[in-house]
Structure formats: C-alpha cells, structure tokens
C-alpha cells in the first residue's frame, strides 16, 4: 500500500499543531498516512533540527503514526527513547548504528517498529544480510541534512535493487525514500519499488496541503511497481 509521510522539517514550527492539522485530514482520515521527523545533530549530518522534546510535542497534537528518522550519532544509545515515548517506527542510520540487530530488536521490545536508512553512497550490502530483523529500509534519495533538495536521479537503480532484494528474500518490509519527492519524482520511484515516501516541500510549501498529498497519493499508485502490490 503506498503511503505519503509528510516531513515537519519543512513546516512552521512555530504553528507546529496547526501544521499537523493540515496534513491529517478531517477526523485523522483522508490525509497523510504518517508524520517524518527528521532528528539532526549537526554532528552525523551538518545540520541541527530538534530532538525528543520536539517529538513528544508531535505525538501530543496529532493522531496520525509517528516516523522518527535519527540522523545522529550513537543511535543505538538514543533511538531507544524515541520507542518509550510511541513513534510507531524509529529509522537511525546504518552509519551511526554499531549494533543494528541487537537495537532493531530492542525497538521491537519497546513496542516500535524497526527501520534502518542508508546515505546515498551506502550499499545496500551494508544491511543485506540483517534486514529480516526490520520493518523499514529507508533509502535516502538526497544528502541527509536539509530539506529542499532535487532528487538524486542516480538512487534509482539502488530503489530497484532493494525491491528485488526484499522481493527474493520473501520479506515483508516497506520500501521508503526521503529527499527530493514531487509529483514527478514521487512516480519513477514508486515504479522502481518505494511504497513510503517522505516529502516535505511538496506537501508543506503549497496552499493545500490535502490536495498535495492526494496528488502524490495517486502518482504513487498509479505507477507502482507492479501496478497493484
């Protein structure tokens, strides 16, 4: 199923429940599908966004699940936390993880699904052999760091690959990507085999946050891999 997660990073923080608002749709139904936040530590990436506090305030003000992307250091010390406070799936990085299995499976003990995310310029043979411990493989289709970034057309072949490898291991795991995801591009990568997609300025820039994400919604599920997974 595809599903359209809306990333804060690109919101007025300062309006921050009115902006969740409008992207859940009337009565939690009809709009996005998950909120992404996006935790940066100026350290694993150059960047500095917010942290626990910030994801607490979500999960107060919205009723839609949770999606706590960590672009931080020492993840398997901290990623933890975000799986107390109710994230419904909390993705660190492979690069800032030195223990995935053994934190995948304390998310899960937590009560939160398990992602793990990989920059650009990872393989996807970092991962290969452990994802049946994860719910979610995020692939980043742009430099982790900021917002507003225009897709790397050259993750493509990598989305591919990643649908064939989840495919023959008969693993039931979400594909999501995050960076640079548009009408146009959001369409190329659900054909590629990406069922999550995270987008940010294309939801959260325009007017109509609703009709950004049905648009998206639809582009998505018109061009899905095999027209109808």
């Known amino acids: 199923m595809t599903a359209i997660h809306p990333s804060i990073l690109n919101c007025d923080i300062a ?4 902006e969740l608002d409008r992207v859940a749709g009337a009565d939690g139904t009809g709009g996005a599908d998950g909120i992404h936040v ?25 009723c839609l699940p949770v999606d706590a992307h ?4 020492d993840a398997d010390r901290w990623a933890p936390a975000y799986a107390e406070a109710g994230c419904q799936i909390v993705t660190p990085h492979a690069e800032a993880t030195t223990a995935p299995v053994r934190l995948a499976r304390e998310l899960h003990r937590l009560g939160a699904g398990a992602g793990i995310a990989l920059r650009p310029a990872t393989p996807l043979e970092a991962v290969a052999d452990v994802l ?3 719910d979610l493989l995020l692939l980043m289709t742009v430099e982790p760091g900021f917002g507003g970034q225009p897709f790397i057309e050259s ?11 989840v495919g023959s291991s008969g693993l039931d795991l979400r594909l999501q990507v ?52």
């Open 38 to 62: 996006d935790v940066m530590d100026n350290h694993f990436v150059p960047n500095l966004s917010w942290g626990l506090p910030v994801v607490e305030a979500v999960l107060a003000h919205t």
């Open 70 to 73: 960590l672009m931080i250091r």
């Open 155 to 165: 993750m493509m072949p990598k989305i591919r690959r990643a649908r064939e490898l």
């Open 178 to 229: 995050d960076g640079g995801i548009t009408s146009q591009t959001i369409e190329r990568a659900a054909e590629a085999g990406a069922d999550v997609f995270v987008a940010g300025s294309a939801v959260y820039r325009v007017d109509d946050a609703l009709a950004a994400i049905a648009e998206l919604r639809e582009a998505a599920a018109t061009h899905r891999h095999d027209h109808g997974r």
């Open 15 to 18: 309006h921050l429940a009115d």
């Open 132 to 134: 049946g411990e994860f």
